[in-house]
C-alpha cells in the first residue's frame, strides 16, 4: 500500500514542480506485474490473466509483443477538471492518480519501494511518435529500440495494453470534446525497462482522442525510482564541473569583474537543468521468476498468440 508521497522538489512559488516520490511498502509481489524467463521472455499478467507476451530480439534491437486484449484499468474512471496553471492542474492530477493507486492496492502495479510520478514525457521521447502510434498499434508487433533498418512505424515510445478505441465510439467522442475544452484528465504511461517503452495503464480513450484529434495527450509517467538517486554518484561528475566553474566565478568577482555575479547565477541555473535532466528517468522495472521457465512461456504463447 502506498505510504508516502513528496514533491520534487517540494512545491514552493516559483520553483518548478517536478512531479511526485512515492513510497508503497507493500504488497510485496502486485497482481499487476511482470514475470521473466530464459532468452529475454517476459509476461505481464494481471490477477492471473496473461496481459502482454513480449521476448527481446538477440540483437538487442528491439522487442516483440503481442497483446491479448485482456487487460483492464485498475483505476476508477476519472472526471474532468478545469486548471489555468499549467503545473498546479498537472500537479492537481499527479495526486489523483496517487490516491488512485493507493484505492487500487494489491490489484495496481505498486509494490514495495519507492516510486516516482513525473509529468511530461522526458527529454528521450520523440515527439513524432505520436502521429506514428495513431497509424500503427497492432495487438502483434514489434518496438525498434534504434531503427537499424526497421520500419519507422515500430519507433513508438508508448505502447498501449489493448487496442485504442475507433473515433467515433461513444467514450472515445466524450474524450475528444474535452480535449478540444482543454480539460481531458492526463494519460497515465508506467515505465517498464524490459520494454524500453512506456506502456499504458490507465486513459486508452483518452489517448485514442487526443490523437484523433490531431493532438498529443498530457500525461504522467510512473516508475521504480532510480537505484542511485538524487546526489549518488552518478550525478558527481556534473557537480564536480559546477563547484570548478563557480569556485573561478568567485575569483574574477573578489577581482572586480563587473558580470561574475551574472554568470554565477546562469551557473547555478544550468546546475538545476543538469540535475533535472539526469534524473529525469527511472530505475529497473521488478520482474519475478516465470514458473515453468521458457518451456511455460512457450505455451502461454501458444494459448494466447499461437504463430
Not at 509483443?65 to 500537479?91: I, K, Q
Not at 499527479?94 to 488512485?100: I, W
Request: one cysteine or more; hydrophobic letters at 45%.
Amino acid at each position: 500500500m502506498l505510504r508516502d508521497l513528496t514533491s520534487l522538489p517540494r512545491a514552493v512559488r516559483g520553483v518548478r514542480w517536478d512531479g511526485l516520490a512515492l513510497v508503497a511498502d507493500g504488497p510485496a509481489r502486485p497482481a499487476l506485474g511482470w514475470e521473466t524467463a530464459e532468452g529475454r521472455r517476459l509476461v505481464l499478467r494481471q490477477g492471473g490473466r496473461t496481459v502482454l507476451l513480449a521476448r527481446q530480439r538477440v540483437t538487442h534491437r528491439g522487442v516483440h509483443y503481442a497483446r491479448t486484449g485482456r487487460y483492464v484499468s485498475p483505476l476508477p474512471p476519472l472526471r474532468a477538471a478545469a486548471g489555468d496553471d499549467a503545473d498546479a492542474w498537472t500537479a492537481r492530477w499527479a495526486h489523483r492518480f496517487a490516491a488512485a493507486l493507493r484505492a487500487a492496492g494489491p490489484n495496481g502495479p505498486l509494490h514495495a519501494g519507492d516510486w516516482r510520478l513525473l509529468p511530461g514525457m522526458g527529454t528521450r521521447a520523440v515527439d513524432a511518435s505520436w502521429a506514428t502510434l495513431a497509424a500503427h498499434d497492432p495487438d502483434r508487433g514489434h518496438l525498434t529500440w534504434f531503427g537499424y533498418g526497421d520500419p519507422v512505424a515500430d519507433r513508438r515510445d508508448v505502447l498501449p495494453l489493448r487496442a485504442l478505441a475507433a473515433p467515433d465510439a461513444a467514450r472515445v467522442k466524450a474524450c475528444r470534446r474535452q480535449f478540444r475544452e482543454g480539460v481531458l484528465p492526463p494519460v497515465l504511461l508506467w515505465a517498464v525497462s524490459g520494454l524500453n517503452a512506456f506502456v499504458v495503464l490507465d486513459g486508452h480513450d483518452r489517448l485514442a482522442a487526443a490523437l484523433a484529434e490531431g493532438g498529443r495527450p498530457e500525461v504522467l509517467r510512473l516508475g521504480r525510482a532510480p537505484v542511485d538517486g538524487p546526489g549518488a554518484p552518478g550525478h558527481a561528475p556534473v557537480l564536480r564541473a559546477y563547484e570548478e566553474r563557480a569556485a573561478h566565478l568567485e575569483r574574477a568577482r573578489a577581482a572586480g569583474d563587473p558580470l561574475a555575479a551574472t554568470r554565477i547565477t546562469v551557473a547555478g541555473r544550468r546546475l538545476g537543468a543538469e540535475l533535472r535532466a539526469l534524473s529525469d528517468g527511472f530505475g529497473l522495472t521488478r520482474g519475478w521468476p516465470l514458473p515453468g521457465g521458457a518451456p511455460a512461456w512457450e505455451a502461454v504463447a501458444r494459448r494466447h498468440a499461437p504463430g
